[in-house]
């Protein structure tokens, strides 16, 4: 069966059609991932209001600690997660306070 014009036309339509009805949501969710003693992605730039969640998917506990102040999630357990609303806009490099070789920056604009 062949593909008409038109249902060509409607489907890449709807393709460009779909970013644009995002531009003016609210806040967005972000996920890092800690997985092998490293922060994935390891430099993350977001939004000021948006929220930023690290999954802990090492079987052993990690933190997400600012390295010059703002925020601190403590312990974060095996499996477990920590979930942080970025208010306060800059540059924020981050390591693990259990394991100093991981480093992570988060960028709030
Ligand atoms: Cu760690």
New binding site residues.
Partial sequence: MRTRPIALLLTFGLLLAGPVQTVNAGPASHTVTIDG?QYAPQELTIKAGDTVVWVNQDPF???VTARTGGFDSKSIAAGKSWKYKATKRGNFPYV?S??PT?KGTLRVQ
């Fill in positions: 003693t506990p990690h933190t693990c259990f394991h991981m």
